[in-house]
């Protein structure tokens, strides 16, 4: 195993970290590429940290989704972090006070970039809101579908990311894939 793999181990726990796994598992499009680490973060704050520990040990790592427009298939060096992060809560609320009613408009919504679009879509239509219509899977997260889908971009407001040891929240112009890991992001959703 090598020296730097040992050490991130070390640090989140042997049990969380598998070696030699097989993707099939973690990704949607059921790559049989073999990585020779994983971590699988549940939380923001877990991501984030993995992110700096494996920044810090200069450890070769890729941060990887649902795993639907991606396929592996050769082992892979380094550290995959499986985003699994799922909190999702309500923003803010905006609209307009009638005949002493309040009326819903919009809702701004905060979403970890783990959270799969059926999920997003749940608590969206839970709370009466349009739900997101795109091309992305309803296995999609996030973190990847702000990337491609239309109808994510639209909705929102900003995205939180990492880069390079600091978090940032920018607009979704300054989002670039290259250098940006996504943490999270704020959208604004019309009520039906």
């Not at 796994?21 to 949607?28: A, K, N, R, V």
């Not at 923001?44 to 070769?60: D, N, P, T, V």
């Not at 995959?80 to 609209?95: E, F, L």
């Amino acid at each position: 195993m090598d020296q730097k793999i040992n050490l991130f181990a070390k640090t989140f726990g042997v049990e969380r970290v598998k070696l030699q796994e097989t993707l099939t598992t973690y990704t949607f499009s059921k790559s049989i590429g073999v990585a020779e680490a994983i971590y699988v973060a549940t939380t923001q704050h877990e991501l984030i940290r993995a992110l700096e520990i494996a920044s810090e040990l200069k450890l070769k790592f890729m941060v990887i989704g649902g795993g639907t427009k991606i396929s592996i298939d050769n082992p892979v060096s380094g550290l995959i972090i499986k985003n699994r992060t799922i909190s999702i809560k309500i923003a803010g609320i905006k609209g307009k006070f009638d005949k002493g009613q309040l009326g819903m408009a919009e809702m701004y919504v905060e979403s970890d970039s783990g959270v799969t679009i059926k999920s997003l879509n749940d608590f969206l239509t839970s709370h009466g809101l349009k739900d997101v219509e795109g091309y992305s899977s309803f296995h999609s997260t996030v973190g990847g579908a702000i990337f491609l889908d239309r109808s994510i971009r639209e909705a929102t407001q900003s995205v939180k990311v990492w880069q390079d040891g600091e978090i940032l929240t920018i607009d979704l112009e300054s989002l670039d894939r290259h250098k940006q890991i996504v943490l999270g992001a704020t959208f604004r959703f019309k009520s039906l």
